[in-house]
C-alpha cells in the first residue's frame, strides 16, 4: 500500500515547512513523496514511512524526529516548536547534500536515483499530531471501516470476551470476520495473540488491520473500544464508522487518564453517539449495503440509560435481573437494579448454572409483539456453554444479540451455536495438571471484577480461597485499598504481588493494596502476604493450598510481561502456573 504524501493528508489542515519547524514552504510536486507506511514510533521507521512525533507522558514526540529522519522517514508531522537541538541533530540526520540534488535552497530534496540515496524529508507542521492521525491514517488506507460492518464492544469488564464471542458467533453462522482485542486479533483468519499491552491500538494500527480485513474479504470487524481509544484527547477510533455499539459496564476505573468517573463515562458513550455519524451505507464485498445500526446495553448498570440516551438509533437491553453478577454476590443487602425501561425490547437470562468446567441458563424475550401488532407468548431458549463463570451469561447473551441482529438471523439459532464457543485465554483460565486445589488463572484487576467473579467460587469453594494479585503502576491510586479490601472479604489468604510497578516503588504499591485487606480484618504475614517477585508469589501461593481449595492468580492472564521502572520481563502467568506445578510434582 502506497500513496503520495499530500493524498494522505488531504483531509487535514497542515503546513509544510523546513527543517527548522518554522519556515514556512510553497508546497509542490518536488515536495510529495511516496509513502509506503505510517509509524508513531521512530524505532520501526523505514525508509519512504511517514512518521507521526506524538506529546507524550514523560517527554515530547519530537526528539524523535532526527532518529526517524536517520531511518529513513520519507516525511514527519509534527506538532508544537522543534527546540534548537531537536532541529541541529534532524538535519545532521538527513542524507548528504552531496548525494541530493536541491530544488531550491533550504527545501527537501528530490531521490537521486543514481546515487540510491533518500530523500530529505518533508516537514509536516500541525495543531495536533496525535488528532490528525486518525483521518490521515483513514484516507491513507482508503477508509476501510466504509467497507465493513463495524461492531465496537466497550466497558469496564467483559470486553474482550465478548468481542470474541461475537467474532466466534459470526464465523460459526458462515460470515468472515475479523476482530481486534486485547487478548488477540484476527485479520479474517485464526486469532493471533496480540503482543501489545494497549486495549485499543492507535489508529494507524486500527486503520491497517481493517484495511487487510478488506483485503481478505470479510464482511464484519469487531473492535474492542476502550474509554482511551474513544476519548478525543487521543482519537484512537476517530473516522471509524461504527454500526453497532454494545455496552457491558461501567465503574472506577483509569481515573489517572479522564480525572472523574463522570468523564470516564462520557467517553466511553462516544461508543453510541459515533453510531449517529454516518448513515451506515457501505461497500462490503463489492455490494452495497445499508448495515443494520443499533445499540446493546446492559440493563443491570446504572449507567444504562446514560448509554440508551446517547444515540438516537435502536437500543436493545439484556439483563439476569441480578443473578450473574455483584448484586448475586450480596443477596439481600445488593442495591436494587434499575428499573427496566419500557422503551426497548429486553433479553432475559434466568436459571442461571456456573460449574467448574461450563455454564448453562435460559434466555426469553418477554415482549415480543407479532406481524399483526399483538403480543406473542414468550419463547425459552436453553443455553449451554463450556466456558466457566456465571458472569459469561452478560458476555453470551449481548454477543447472542448482537449477532441476531446484525445477520438477520432468529435469537435461537445462534444460541444454538454458543456450545461450539471457546474460551479466552487468561479469562476464567482452569489449569488441571492433577494437583489437589483447583486453579484459576483470570484478568479480574479492578474492585468490580472482584466482586463478579469472588462471590460465584466464595459459594461453591468447600477449602480455602487464596487470591494472588497487584495493581497497576502509574494508574488509578483509588481502586487499590478497595481491591484489597474486597479480596480479603472474600478469600482466606491475599498475596499481593507485582502486576506492572513502572515507574513506582513495588512494595510501597503493594501497601497501599494493604491497607484495604488489613480493614477487612486481614493480619500482615498471618493471611496477608507482600510477596512482589511474582513467579515466588505464585510458588508461596501453592505450597499453603490443600484438598478443596481455590487459588486464584489475578491481573495478568494473556499479557506477556511486567513492567518495571528499568526494564520489561518477558513473563506468561499460565506458562509459570504450569513451571510451579511441575516443580511441585504435577
Known amino acids: 500500500m502506497t500513496k503520495k504524501l499530500f493524498d494522505a493528508l488531504s483531509s487535514i489542515e497542515y503546513t509544510v515547512v523546513s527543517s527548522d519547524g518554522k519556515t514556512p514552504i510553497e508546497s509542490d510536486k518536488s515536495l510529495n513523496p ?31 524526529i532526527p532518529k526517524a529522519i536517520e531511518n529513513g522517514a520519507a516525511a514527519i508531522v509534527f506538532e508544537g516548536e522543534l527546540d534548537e537541538n531537536t532541529t541541529e541533530n534532524a538535519v545532521q540526520a538527513q ?5 541530493v540534488r536541491a530544488e531550491r535552497r533550504n527545501s527537501p530534496r528530490e531521490f537521486c536515483p543514481a546515487s540510491g540515496s533518500l ?28 467497507k465493513l460492518a463495524v461492531i465496537g464492544v466497550t466497558g469496564t469488564e467483559g470486553k474482550s470476551s ?11 453462522s458462515g460470515h468472515k470476520a475479523g476482530f481486534i482485542s486485547t487478548v488477540q486479533y484476527s485479520l479474517g483468519d485464526e486469532a493471533i495473540a496480540n503482543p501489545q499491552h494497549q486495549t485499543t491500538p492507535e489508529a494507524t494500527i486500527i486503520q491497517r488491520q481493517l484495511y487487510e480485513m478488506v483485503q481478505n474479504g470479510c464482511e464484519y470487524a469487531v473492535v474492542e473500544t476502550s474509554s482511551h481509544g474513544l476519548s478525543p484527547k487521543l482519537n484512537r477510533t476517530g473516522n471509524l464508522l461504527f454500526d453497532a455499539g454494545i455496552f457491558m459496564n461501567v465503574t472506577l476505573e ?15 458513550a462516544n461508543l453510541f453517539r459515533k453510531l449517529d455519524e454516518h448513515n451506515h451505507e457501505k461497500l462490503i464485498l463489492g ?112 454477543a447472542i ?5 446484525l445477520t438477520g438471523t432468529e435469537i435461537e439459532k445462534i444460541a444454538a451455536l454458543v456450545e461450539k464457543l471457546t474460551p479466552v485465554k487468561g479469562r476464567m483460565t482452569v489449569i488441571d495438571k492433577g494437583q489437589p486445589f483447583e486453579l484459576i488463572v483470570d484478568y479480574a484487576h479492578t474492585p468490580s471484577s472482584f466482586e463478579t467473579i469472588f462471590p460465584p467460587l466464595r459459594r461453591r469453594c468447600s477449602g480455602k480461597m487464596i487470591s494472588l494479585f497487584g495493581s497497576g503502576g502509574e494508574r488509578d491510586l483509588k481502586k487499590r485499598p478497595l481491591q484489597g ?102
Open 119 to 146: 530523500p530529505t524529508p518533508v516537514f509536516i507542521r500541525v495543531e495536533n499530531a496525535r488528532k490528525v492521525m486518525a483521518p490521515v491514517a483513514a484516507q491513507f488506507y482508503d477508509n476501510p471501516s466504509s
Open 485 to 586: 479490601e474486597i479480596a480479603a472479604r472474600f478469600c482466606d489468604v491475599v498475596i499481593l504481588t507485582d502486576e506492572d510497578p513502572r515507574g513506582e516503588d513495588s512494595v510501597e504499591l503493594l501497601k497501599m493494596i494493604a491497607v484495604g485487606a488489613e480493614k477487612a480484618g486481614k493480619v500482615l504475614d498471618k493471611d496477608l502476604f507482600i510477596t512482589p517477585d511474582r513467579p515466588a508469589a505464585i510458588r508461596q501461593a501453592f505450597k499453603m493450598a490443600g484438598k478443596d481449595d481455590i487459588v486464584l492468580l489475578l491481573g495478568k492472564a494473556h499479557e506477556n510481561s511486567i513492567i518495571y521502572k528499568d526494564r520489561v520481563m518477558p513473563y506468561d502467568e499460565i506458562s509459570e502456573a504450569e513451571k510451579a506445578l511441575k516443580e511441585m510434582g504435577y
Open 254 to 268: 483509569h481515573l489517572e487518564f479522564h480525572g472523574t468517573f463522570e468523564q470516564y463515562r462520557d467517553d466511553k
Open 34 to 64: 511516496e509513502i509506503s507506511s505510517l509509524v508513531f514510533d521512530s524505532r520501526d521507521v523505514k525508509p519512504g514511512a511517514l512518521f507521526f512525533a506524538l506529546p507524550g507522558t514523560h517527554t515530547t514526540g519530537n526528539v524523535f
Open 162 to 172: 465478548t468481542v470474541s464471542f461475537v467474532w466466534q458467533l459470526l464465523k460459526l
Open 287 to 398: 455490494k452495497k449495503v445499508k448495515v443494520p445500526s443499533f445499540g446493546i446495553v446492559n440493563l443491570e448498570d446504572p449507567s444504562a440509560e446514560y448509554f440508551i440516551k446517547a444515540t438516537k438509533q435502536p437500543v436493545l437491553g439484556f439483563t439476569t435481573e441480578g443473578k450473574a453478577g455483584k448484586s448475586a454476590g450480596e443477596g439481600a443487602g445488593a442495591a436494587p437494579l434499575p428499573k427496566l425501561p419500557d422503551s426497548i425490547p429486553v433479553l432475559l437470562g434466568r436459571n442461571i448454572a456456573s460449574a467448574r468446567f461450563g455454564l448453562t441458563f435460559d434466555m426469553t424475550e418477554p415482549h415480543v409483539i407479532g406481524k399483526d401488532s399483538k403480543p406473542l407468548p414468550p419463547k425459552v431458549f436453553h443455553v449451554k456453554s463450556s466456558l466457566p463463570g456465571a458472569f459469561n451469561t452478560y458476555n453470551l447473551m449481548a
Open 95 to 99: 542524507p548528504s547534500p552531496r548525494l
Open 401 to 405: 444479540e448482537a449477532v441476531s441482529r
